[in-house]
């Protein structure tokens, strides 16, 4: 019997829609379990410290340099354009040199030290705990971030930090850019010591599958849609030993922008907003796509700015014609609903553009369910939905019927704010967004993403399946596990663990910060 041939991978322009070049062949079930048995046997030599920080600062170092060439193949794939993936590439490469530097110090490892007290009511035996890898992790690259999401991104970095190999499922919207940077990784693996495999990369829905179910993936970290990241959360809660599935699927990222917040700085917030929700084309995970506006005149000037600003955005290009398709059919069933106005109507702004709008409709339409429901899916792309209120009443009653999310951001009045309005609304507010979203935002717009030790990117369900973070120091969490030894002689204890503590690690012992 023939073999059917594999199916090709092309890279395709999405200002056109034409094929670029072909770039490799989707991943057959033998060549995935040919790469992760590659990056599984690569695992002991991220064993030590000071490789895993190399690995990550060359890794770092060859991005930036190859850097005109990373950004031309990112804007070929994804119409992002350079300036924005030159911003990109620079948070790529500072993260990378965050977890070496994370990886130098060693806190994540979170050494904690109990002797023994035979005095204690029972006796407490010796206790020495420390974090150790899962092992080798599959990532699967997202579509609106081709270098910080993707292949180079901040789950490739955090596993590695935490000396865990890593598999890559490539997004076919930039499987070009994906195998130039998978090419600097493992350039940087093997100039650091370490085996090319640490770093593997497959192409092709099938190989995802395959990926999430080989006996050697240990974790897996996941940024997408809510369909695809379920069914690979499934298919890892099913395997005969279940995996951790960090998965960040949708957000609907609602902001409340108070009476005070309007009557004060309606123009400033309604011009912020714009530029908020048509950052990057309205493709970033945290465009704030549900505003609470109040009625009156307050609402009318922001509604005004708004109206303005947004009209003056110039049409463009989304990361591929599915997702065009999808947000032109997303706008135009919302736009059908009964209540609902479009004051400027998204649509097709070309043949492979589309041009910025936004949706308003009365609090009252969503206070129970209904074929409004829709209105609170995310719509991927440069629209917004605003809802006028009347009263705090209508405030609740949307926000009680949001899901999980992640972020939340309010608008405030000065004395809000500052916690001396007599109805305490900015305490109470902060109060009701807070069990919605993992990070909130005050007076701010929730796009951006700082990469700092006190990020926080996730949120309830389904803005992610854990309570993990995928930016920040604590990123390398997800891949680690805690481990205790109990009355291990020392001479056989890891080095981590060792009361002369030779690593120079930070550690708490008997409950307190060891001093240096």
Not at 90 to 109: H, I, K, M, N, P
């Amino acid at each position: 019997m023939a073999t059917a041939a594999a199916a090709p991978v092309w890279s395709v322009d999405p200002r056109t829609g034409k094929q670029r070049e072909q770039v490799a062949v989707e991943a057959t079930a033998a060549e995935v379990d040919q790469t992760v048995r590659a990056a599984h046997q690569a695992r002991t030599a991220l064993a030590g410290r000071p490789e895993r920080a190399a690995l990550l600062r060359r890794a770092a170092d060859l991005l930036d340099e190859a850097g005109p060439a990373v950004i031309e193949a990112a804007d070929a794939e994804t119409a992002l354009g350079p300036g924005r993936l030159t911003g990109e590439l620079a948070r790529t490469t500072y993260q990378l040199r965050a977890f070496a530097d994370s990886v130098d110090e060693g806190a994540f490892l979170d050494v904690r030290i109990d002797h023994a007290d035979p005095a204690l009511a029972p006796p407490r035996p010796e206790l020495r705990r420390y974090k150790i890898p899962l092992g080798t992790v599959a990532v699967y690259a997202a579509s609106n971030f081709p270098l910080a999401f993707s292949v180079p991104g901040g789950d490739t970095a955090s596993a590695l930090a935490a000396g865990c190999p890593v598999v890559v499922k490539a997004h076919p919207d930039h499987p070009a850019t994906s195998e130039l940077c998978a090419a600097l990784l493992r350039r940087a693996a093997a100039e650091t010591g370490v085996p090319e495999g640490v770093v593997g990369l497959v192409h092709g829905f099938q190989a995802g599958l395959d990926l999430v179910r080989h006996p050697l993936i240990s974790a897996a970290g996941f940024t997408g849609s809510v369909r695809g990241g379920r069914a690979l959360h499934d298919a890892a809660a099913a395997r005969p030993h279940p995996i951790p599935f960090h998965g960040e699927l949708g957000s609907l990222n609602p902001v409340v922008i108070t009476e005070a917040a309007a009557a004060e700085r309606a123009e400033q917030i309604g011009a912020g907003l714009a530029g908020s929700m048509t950052l990057g084309t309205g493709q970033f995970c945290v465009k704030p796509g549900l505003v609470l506006a109040p009625a009156g005149d307050g609402g009318d000037r922001l509604l005004t700015a708004l109206t303005d600003a947004v009209s003056d955005t110039e049409a463009g290009v989304l990361l591929d014609q599915r997702m065009r398709q999808a947000f032109l059919d997303g706008v135009r069933s919302r736009g059908r609903l009964p209540g609902v106005d479009a004051p400027v109507t998204p649509g097709a702004g070309g043949e492979h553009t589309v041009s910025a709008g936004f949706l308003t409709v009365p609090a009252a339409r969503l206070a129970a369910e209904g074929p409004h429901d829709l209105l609170l899916d995310e719509c991927f792309g440069p629209v917004t939905v605003l809802v006028r209120y009347t009263d705090d009443a209508e405030i609740a009653a949307v926000l009680a019927r949001l899901t999980g999310t992640l972020t939340a951001t309010l608008h405030l009045g000065e004395t809000e704010s500052a916690g001396t309005d007599p109805a305490g609304r900015g305490a109470r507010l902060l109060a009701d967004v807070t069990p919605l979203a993992g990070r909130v935002v005050v007076n701010g717009w929730p796009t951006g993403v700082a990469v700092a030790p006190a990020q926080h990117h996730g949120g309830p369900y389904p803005a992610t399946t854990s309570t993990a973070t995928s930016v920040g120091g604590t990123a390398v969490d997800r891949w680690l596990r805690p481990v205790v030894h109990q009355d291990t002689p020392p001479a056989l204890l890891p080095p981590e663990l060792r009361e002369d503590n030779p690593l120079g690690l930070p550690r708490r012992v008997d409950g307190r910060p060891e001093s240096g």
